[in-house]
């Protein structure tokens, strides 16, 4: 692996361990009386059982089933102290302060299940657990870009990484899309005539991306790895939807969904981990879309490097997730098993998917053909439609300004009891200074090109198809 | 109240609402059907009932009773829908993607707690929740110094935060203490002599502080107030052991502790809040030592203007506290209401005092008399010992530095099989460059003092008592 030390910001290399922290050692020796650690006696906690209801594995009577009348359950209970059968995260554990990478069984777990969807390029990586990937893009930036400094972004991207960067003082520069992701030959050509200080990573988030929808294919994810190792910079991969992936979109069709474990892993697009041989992805991965984003747990892949500086800095910022959060989620996914858990995931898969079809197949319907693009998503939760702002009746009255017309149109949807979200709010302007050559000559389409944003996930079906009813209706209204 | 932008770091000033967030107002509109936010669907967590047992106020049975055997014990049940007599935190929602403030619910309740107990100068304040004081630490660096700008500190303090100081690029500066915390003359004339960027805040424990112990007095943090408005600082104060203060120490003395709610209220030392008429004391609250350290709740009580800011940082970083939390602990607290809270309190503070008094004890009959200095502690979970390295019956050989002598010390310890931690640790050096002026000329009896710290919380009564006899053998062994 080569030395990656050179892309440590300042302030990870500032990050020192605690003396105390590394006493720790003397704390849990039976020889030595510690009146070191300033902890509360667990006897004083004032939850001694904590327990859940949930659907058992494998999910027969759909996982979207009231719980509490499903026949098929199991009881989570987790005891202050040792009493059960299961091999629980116990609560004298996990409400007690603990070590930063979190408890190391649902650690453990989250590598096994990493290591059956993954085949890391090098050995020598590991996870640590967060509070979710909203934070992992914080300690991200601050573990690897200095004030200044730019980060690559796909030009369309998730305006709370964007925000977080900005404040940070990185410059988020973006990278050419299509509506399938990120142009490998576009990047290439970007950091061959790069002005300024390089940047660090690339952040991107390849599988149903957020706002576009799009997920890489196998052959741009490999393009640009290459394009990282060439130029010399990080993959952030930011995988929350990874597990919402869908057969292809076909007109009309019924999707006759029997994946096995093995199918399921077979169908899965390759995460950047898998062409990883350097060390120079770092993979955020989530519970928040496939479990509940409420548990506030999320983890990161990384070499072992990396991850004692992002330890550090946990360490003085969260500390560790929830402890109630660690035990139920633990509780879960232990009595589901490495399988149940697959099981789990096949049938969201299949949620998903029937979702998506009666989405694309409402608006294929139901909005006026021709006036708009879409690529029917193969992952996610989001949909993008692409608009030719010249369509628009009042464009001479806008002066040509698609995005004032984006905002317009956005408006328009608002009036007519449909929200959908103006893609410009997603925008990440190339705004180093100097400014970057443009990598591609902006076209009059390009120009004029509008964009929205819609999820499938949030809605009941009806409600979905009333929104596209009324998104055709603003449509027809309004473009020519 | 005074304009307090000027304490706003660049990071803080920099931070934009997200458009997305603010037109969160359409989400929740009925007449609008909104594909906006990338929420899942509550339908699809994996929950739909949490419940937790818990030992019912008014606490007769004792605070440390095992709940599983107890008489009086109430059942936490919380659903993912409304379905229960308690108006709780639902499933749907605290699982669900939430305003970064926390739930309305638990936030309302301790601001309830908070009037309850202290008296605000000012009414423009709120309230919001965090994930910890530790966290609490770091975002407040980030929303108040630039890097390379100084923060007073006292001389010791809490590791963690001297550490999340120096990384996030402050230059914390030692305020010297007395074994009763800062002293407010040295404070003014530290501040009357300062050389360069003025520091934008004192960060300081007040009640019980960490490591030494100590707890200032109401008279000292009426004039350290007065000196904050004097020389226009904040005033940030960390908390977490406010309600682990009791009646001063008296040898031998068994304390018959019959306090009422009102007696409890009047018997805690004032906030910095209590004096604040200009809006510059940020209060870090937490429920770590209090409930557990795992519930990873805490809040943040300061001026609106101040709190927007601290808002735009969790937002993309933190986002919400674990739904699990909110959940059960808001479950518990409305279950006793604010009385049966503070009647947990009460109980808090009668377990910890019998603690105190045990060590307490301890260390006068097993410790040589006059080889040491203590001071009890009337709060928190550490005692603070001094000792003079002259005393060292090698103090040649170690060319007579204390802290050498403090850290063969602390070895020794161990070695007889008893941990304390060596005082300088915690020590915050003044090293900004140029250097500060010394407040007050360092005397022989300043460079021998040699400090360790102790705590009496985390182990059993036998255990203490064990610890103890092993250092007095250790000083017997070593001490002259």
Redesign the interface.
């Known amino acids: 692996m080569p030395d990656l030390s050179h892309f440590l910001s ?2 990870a290399k ?3 361990p ?3 922290k590394e ?1 720790f050692v ?2 849990t020796n039976p ?25 058992a594995a494998p999910f027969n009577e759909g ?2 089933k ?3 009348e499903a026949k098929d359950t199991i009881d989570i209970e987790v ?2 102290k040792d009493v059960e059968e299961f091999d629980d995260i116990n ?1 004298s554990i ?5 070590q930063s990478h979190g408890n190391v069984l649902l650690r453990e777990y989250i590598k096994e299940h990493t290591r059956r969807v993954h085949h890391v390029g090098y050995d020598d990586w590991d996870v640590v657990l967060t ?2 990937n ?2 992992g ?2 300690a991200t930036v601050r573990t690897f870009v200095n004030p200044g400094e730019p980060v690559l972004v796909e030009e369309f991207s998730f ?2 990484a964007l ?2 960067m ?4 990185a410059i988020p520069v973006g990278v050419k899309m299509d509506l399938d992701g990120i142009i490998p030959e576009v990047l290439e050509t970007q950091l061959a005539n790069w002005v300024g200080p390089k940047p660090k990573y690339l952040y991107t988030i390849p599988t149903g991306q ?1 706002p576009t929808g799009s997920t890489l294919s196998p052959e741009r994810r490999q393009a640009i790895y290459k394009i990282a190792q060439k130029y010399d910079f990080l993959i952030v991969e930011d995988e929350p939807y990874y597990y919402l992936q869908m057969p292809v979109y076909e007109k009309g069709a019924k999707h006759e969904q029997h994946l096995d474990r093995d199918g399921l892993i077979k169908s899965l697009a390759p995460s950047f981990l898998d062409y990883d041989v350097d060390g120079r992805v770092v993979r955020l991965d989530s519970f ?2 496939v ?6 747990i999320g983890w990161i892949v990384a070499n072992k490097m990396f991850l004692e500086r992002y330890l ?2 946990l ?12 035990s ?1 989620v633990y509780g ?1 996914l232990t009595r589901w098993g490495q399988d149940g858990y697959l099981d ?1 995931l096949i049938k ?1 898969r299949e ?1 998903y998917t029937k979702k998506r079809d009666v989405t694309c197949d409402a608006i294929y319907r139901e909005l006026p053909a021709g006036k708009y693009e879409l690529v029917p998503p193969t992952s996610g ?2 949909f993008w439609l692409k608009i030719d702002a010249r369509r628009f009746k009042d464009y001479e009255k806008y002066n040509a300004d698609a995005k004032a017309i984006e905002m317009k149109l956005y408006e328009l949807g ?1 009036e007519n ?5 103006p893609g410009h ?1 997603f925008f990440a302007p190339d705004n180093t200074d100097p400014p970057q050559p443009r990598a591609v000559e902006e076209s009059e389409d390009d120009k004029n090109a509008m964009f929205f944003r ?7 079906d009806d ?2 198809v ?2 596209i009813q ?1 998104w055709a209706k603003t449509m027809n209204e309004y473009l020519k």
Not at 417 to 421: D, S
């Open positions: 300042e302030e500032r990050r020192k605690s003396p105390l006493a003397h704390f020889k030595i009386c510690s009146l070191g650690g300033g902890l509360p006696l667990p006897d004083l906690f004032p939850y001694d059982k904590v327990s859940a209801k949930a659907l996982i979207d009231d719980i509490l005891y202050k609560l996990s409400l007690q302060y603990g509070i979710g909203t934070y893009l914080d305006s709370s925000e977080c900005r404040a940070n003082g957020n928040s879309k479990l509940a984003p409420g548990t506030r550090r800095l360490e003085s910022t969260c500390q560790v997730p929830s402890g109630f959060s660690q139920l879960l789990w969201l949620f939760m989001f608002v009891g449909v929200f959908l979200v709010w819609g999820t499938f996930a949030s809605v009941p409600k979905l009333l929104a009324r």
